[in-house]
């Protein structure tokens, strides 16, 4: 959800320079299932232009028509939106809708977190009473900082939604092919952070690779690994062994939580056994994040098929990942 929290941002700082009023709709609970979860935003302005989407569709219009009350009274609301008949889904959703005015140290905060990969959080303060009340509201949760929304108070007896907002999902890709590119543009469609990189022969810059937000051109020895994450998955796609080899021998042993080898599976083996065969001594662990022919088994034949494929898996593993070993959004009560 990272990406689109920041295309609220960006969405907000146009409207400032605009000088249009703009309010914050978050989902911050659900009763049974539902097409978007806690902790999904839009941004409507004033002249109900959106950023974002709660739903499919169907529950953004009533929700421009609910927040035309809190641009005329400035007072944050909470309503319910029953989609047992309208969205198609056994259950109910809770919508916060509050003034959006984040100052410019907050702003700051924000994109500085957000370029440093730093977490933070969002907290949510509400009911489930379908009222309107000034102790409603968003704080922002630093490291070292919190932003209080203007009505807080501590001696509430509100319920808190409490999100985590993550760095964003970073793919590093090592290649700079023409399947590289495809791959780099469905990754940035999905909100991915997309970093290429070619060996110190390669001869490409950013005006090659629109979509990215670098494009690095060094030897694989000489990676900082600061780039590799546990939010970070990597694909290599050089089409040079060689290239390749040197390029998984510097990355096997960092954090991140998917490797993927373009290629056949016996070009894998040999890949692999040459990485075996040096002095290093790794962690049997490690080959575990290591997936090669990279991508689903989809029949994939053109190199926008194969980005598919390979971002598909690497969701579905992230995806599993976040089921199994946290849940980056949780409601607490006071």
Same mark, same amino acid.
């Given at each position: 959800m990272t990406h689109e929290f920041l295309k609220i941002i960006d969405s907000y700082k146009k409207a400032v320079?605009?000088?249009?009023?703009?309010? /914050?709709?978050?989902?911050?609970? =659900?009763?049974?299932? +539902?097409?978007?979860?806690? *902790? !999904?935003?839009?941004?409507?302005?004033?002249?109900?232009?959106?950023?974002?989407?709660?739903?499919?569709g169907c529950v953004e219009q009533e929700v421009i028509r609910q927040s035309r009350t809190v641009f005329a009274s400035g007072c944050p609301k909470v309503f319910k939106y029953d989609g047992r008949y309208?969205?198609?889904?056994?259950?109910?959703?809770?919508?916060?809708?509050?003034?959006?005015?984040?100052?410019?140290e907050l702003i700051g905060f924000i994109e500085n977190a957000i370029e440093q990969r730093?977490?933070?959080? /969002?907290?949510?303060?509400?009911? =489930?009473?379908?009222? +309107?009340?000034?102790?409603? *509201? !968003?704080?922002?949760?630093?490291?070292?900082?919190?932003?209080y929304h203007s009505n807080y108070n501590t001696n509430s007896n509100n319920q808190l939604f409490k999100q985590l907002i993550e760095p964003l999902n970073r793919l590093c890709i090592f290649g700079i092919e023409h399947d590289a590119e495809k791959l780099s543009q469905l990754a940035f469609f999905l909100g991915w952070e997309v970093i290429i990189i070619g060996s110190e022969f390669s001869t490409v810059n950013e005006s090659d690779f629109p979509f990215a937000k670098s494009v690095l051109t060094m030897r694989p020895e000489d990676l900082d690994q600061n780039l590799f994450c546990s939010n970070t998955a990597i694909m290599v796609m050089s089409h040079n062994y060689s290239k390749d080899l040197r390029f998984v021998l510097s990355i096997i042993s960092s954090k991140v939580r998917y490797i993927g080898l373009l290629g056949p599976v016996h070009r894998r083996e040999k890949l692999l056994n040459a990485v075996l065969e040096t002095d290093l001594n790794f962690d049997d662990a490690l080959f575990d994040k290591i997936h090669g022919p990279a991508?689903?088994?989809?029949?994939?034949?053109?190199?926008?098929?194969?980005?598919l494929s390979i971002m598909a898996e690497i969701t579905a593993i992230w995806r599993t990942d976040q089921k199994e070993h946290k849940n980056p959004s949780f409601s607490i009560s006071n």
């Open positions: 320079k605009r000088n249009v009023q703009t309010v /914050l709709a978050t989902i911050v609970y =659900t009763e049974g299932s +539902s097409y978007r979860k806690q *902790g !999904t935003r839009m941004l409507i302005d004033q002249y109900d232009n959106a950023t974002g989407a709660l739903s499919g309208r969205l198609g889904c056994e259950g109910n959703i809770y919508i916060l809708i509050e003034l959006f005015t984040p100052n410019d730093q977490s933070f959080h /969002l907290i949510s303060s509400f009911t =489930t009473d379908e009222i +309107s009340h000034p102790s409603f *509201g !968003t704080s922002f949760e630093f490291k070292d900082s919190t932003f991508g689903l088994s989809i029949g994939s034949k053109t190199p926008e098929e194969i980005a």
